[in-house]
């Protein structure tokens, strides 16, 4: 055998193992899911299982709630996105000026609600939360800006900024070490430059840094985007997507039709229709990660 030969077979060998968990962990579950898709699939009938095609989607997208699950699929992603990539630029951008020796603590405490599981995240938030015991309801009581006290996961008028909030708070870590990252690559002489010119802190915020940040901001918002259309535990630890479906969206519908309705199949297409919905989004995120030369 040459030596290419040899060189492409130990090539081949070494992406073996990628190749078997590729196939075993994503693309046979896939293959699954959409063939369950497929079949009207129920637990608490034995006999069921039979291929119905496309009729499950077709329900799905007919049935009244529809528009319903999905405005609020789209309605938490954005606000979720759109206020942890603000929330986590500012911090970055206010941590990366030179603090002293205290600067290393502050970077660390901004960390926390990354660290910190979901599941004791939730529990803490809900009891902030609360109806009768919450401290917000308190501490806005005190401040006379409520007389009696506001249900905010139980009420349609605060329940989305309710999970906004905490949800935001959970992920903004992860925009600000990305951000934080990328502005350490601005060099320095920019930045004095613009200063010796007299130019403001905005405005080299936006000229110098801004421009740099970008493209670590299109990549950040893109997987953050896929991360929460996709968001199971944050919703249904909070509130299990009631009242009622208040707040449903299709993470928790999915789960829902599918272990506690025992209704597979139907569970299975608005899985595959989750997955339709959010390929484009992971395409792109894929695409600009190539072209910015991150691998």
């Known amino acids: 055998m040459s030596l ?19 196939v075993v962990f994503i693309i046979y579950p896939l293959y699954a899911g959409i063939n369950l898709s497929l079949t009207d699939r129920y637990l608490l009938k034995p ?3 039979k291929f119905i095609g496309l009729e ?15 405005r609020n699929t ?25 603090l002293g020796a205290v600067r290393p603590f502050y970077r660390s405490l901004v960390l926390i609600p990354w660290i910190m599981p979901i599941t004791a995240t939730s529990i803490i938030w809900r009891w902030i939360y609360d109806g009768q015991w919450g401290i917000l309801n308190y501490v806005l009581t005190r401040l006379h800006l ?3 006290y506001i249900p905010f996961l139980g009420q349609k008028l605060f329940i989305w900024p309710s999970l906004v909030v905490f949800f935001v708070w959970k992920v ?55 991360w929460t259309f996709n968001e199971f535990a944050a919703i249904w630890l ?12 299709l993470s928790p519908l999915v789960y829902q039709i599918t272990f506690l309705f025992y209704r597979v199949g139907f569970g299975a297409s608005i899985g595959v ?4 919905i959010a390929l484009p989004f992971a395409v792109l995120y894929v695409w600009r990660v190539r072209r910015e030369g991150l691998f």
């Open 47 to 49: 006999d069921s299982g």
């Open 238 to 249: 909070m509130t299990q997507a009631g009242p009622g479906e208040m707040s449903m969206t």
């Open 74 to 98: 789209f309605n938490w992603t954005f606000w979720s996105v759109f206020g942890a990539v603000i929330l986590g630029t500012f911090l970055a951008v206010q941590l990366n000026k030179p």
């Open 146 to 148: 409520i007389n009696v």
């Open 56 to 70: 499950n989607y077709i329900t799905f997208v007919h049935s009244h709630e529809f528009a319903f699950y999905l």
């Open 172 to 226: 903004y870590p992860f925009v600000y070490v990305m951000v934080l990252s990328a502005l350490q690559t601005v060099p320095t002489e920019l930045n004095d430059s613009a200063v010796v010119d007299g130019a403001s802190k905005i405005k080299i915020f936006w000229r110098i840094n801004f421009p740099i940040l970008v493209p670590t901001l299109v990549i950040v918002t893109l997987l953050l985007a896929v």
């Open 273 to 276: 229709f989750m997955v339709v």
């Open 4 to 22: 290419a030969k040899r060189r492409g077979a130990i090539g081949v060998s070494l992406l073996v193992p990628a190749a078997i968990m590729l």
